[in-house]
């Protein structure tokens, strides 16, 4: 039976590889002249990365452009979390067969990862059997790496855990495994795998790289395995350490320099170590006043219904002098005229936006689901088709917006506010990604800031909103 554990009985673990091996990695790069692709299935999967572009479209002309730029890689929001399988597929297919028409147009190779939850939720396998199936070339192994620092997601042992005050929660035992278009009931992950498969694929198929493999034998232990790997196998990354992930994308690029394809199915943390970024230190805070003559108040659009978010939002509203303006949901998805509704909450966010005052655009805290997880997701789209209404309606730019909820900020960002590319310049807090948007959206250069909904202590979105007055 999984079982919560404290971290501090994983003393027995070998201690971290001793070398930095970020150089390393950018040593390797630029031999491999290979492009990083991160098609991100929603927009939280850009909280570890700085100076890296972000599209919300993914026609060939936009790809052979972003292919053809100087830097690293780049991401492709999908939000493909927030759609029904059959979509999430269609999707999926679209960009990759786009990707190789474009790369075959320039000559220049990529790479794909397939970004999602560091919580285990989102379609697979359906995202990466529909890569795989569309690559020309096959990837020989699928590395399924969900390790996520900032939010304290480790992978040990082939379990994955949520650490919160020095306890290892099994994922399986978190409210995130009850989610209900995505949940399971395995934290063990070849377990997991096997689960998600309906069992096409055993537990015992499941190659898995240990913490002992990487920590004693560094990156040639890890490609040893890694070349071993074949057709299409899924091999586990344990990780409780970025250094962890870093002697794994070593040993992988070494495992790559002599013939062998992988996809990556990770978190975040994954990705940056991938493109052989340095950590930094938060966003400085004048960085974020693009809007300095502007005397409008800030604006923080709430949609997730996670725990985390609803705590957070609690202590924003109790601790601060913004205005709240709630929409409520059960009344939204039942009354006859819905759009009276909206049209009243918008003139409410107009008026304090205008007087200079941030405002709080929230759901109600009462989460509605569907009778299956296809209803679930619909009733989820409506929603957040109604902050967007909300939203793409207003006269007034906000001095800032902060979007809390994966879904919630990619329909804010492509539907209310049209951008079609924007560069992550940063983090605000641990975590949380700010973005600055495109000259195409409706706010140019406007500091968006895209806030996991499941990411942060209580206290972080007050946070997030105080920096933005210092």
Known sequence: AETIQDVHTLGHLPPVWPQDLRPDIRDLLAQQQTKLVVLDDDPTGTQTVYNTAVLTTWSVDVLIKELQADALGFYILTNSRSLNASEAEQVTLEIVQNLQTASSQTGQAFE?????????RGH???E???ITS?????????LLAPYFLEGGRVTVNDTHYILKDDQLIPAASSEFAQDASFGYTNSHLPSWVAEKTANHITADQVRTISLETIREGGPEAVKDVLITVHDGQVCVINALDPRDLEVVVAGQLLAEAGGKRFLARTAASYVQVRLGLASRPLIDASKLHTD?????????????????TTTQLAMLLEHSDIIPVELDVPTLLTCEDPNTMLRQANRDVERQLAAGNDVALFTSRELVEGDDPERSLELS???STSLIRIVGTLKTRPRFLIAKGGITSSDVATQ??????AVVIGQLLPGVPVWQLGTESRYPGLAYVVFPGNVGRSKSLLEAVDRFDI
Do not use: E, H, M, W
């Open 381 to 383: 789209r409506r929603v």
């Open 416 to 421: 209310a506010l049209n951008v079609n590319r």
């Open 112 to 120: 794909l990862v397939s970004r999602s939850d560091s919580t285990l």
């Open 128 to 130: 990466t059997d529909t």
């Open 292 to 308: 300095t003559q502007q005397a409008a108040g800030g604006l923080v659009v709430v949609g997730s219904y996670v725990p985390t």
């Open 134 to 142: 569309a690559l020309s070339q096959k990837p020989d192994g699928i």
């Open 124 to 126: 697979f396998p359906l």
